[in-house]
């Protein structure tokens, strides 16, 4: 924010906020130490890097929670495809047992008549 702003004006940083989260720490630490920075600079340094690198990870956990939600969607799609799938399944199977139970009372009428003569 605004106090942030005056915050970093006043210490006068020798590099960038951008530099200085992005930065290898090895060289964050040369650039600083040449820079002969104060203590409040350095503690300036360490919570622009910790609040930037913060906003990093915040944007990749948003990203994957993006792409985890998308692929739950397509799994929820390719699950509804498949669940219509087996219910057609169920009711031609339901639909051939009804045919074999009815052959079955009349072969075994048959048999059974044939018995009785």
Do not use: Y
Not at 70 to 86: F, K, N, Y
């Amino acid at each position: 924010g605004r106090g942030g702003r005056e915050r970093r004006r006043a210490l006068a940083l020798p590099l960038a906020p951008e530099a200085i989260v992005t930065l290898p720490v090895e060289d964050l630490r040369a650039i600083l130490g040449r820079a002969g920075t104060s203590g409040a600079q350095l503690a300036l340094a360490r919570d622009i890097r910790r609040r930037g690198r913060n906003k990093v990870a915040a944007q990749r956990c948003r990203r994957r929670r993006l792409e985890a939600i998308a692929g739950l969607r397509a799994e929820l799609g390719r699950l509804g495809r498949e669940r219509e799938r087996l219910l057609r399944a169920r009711g031609h199977a339901e639909v051939a047992l009804g045919t074999l139970r009815r052959d079955l009372e009349r072969v075994t009428r048959q048999v059974l008549g044939a018995l009785g003569d």
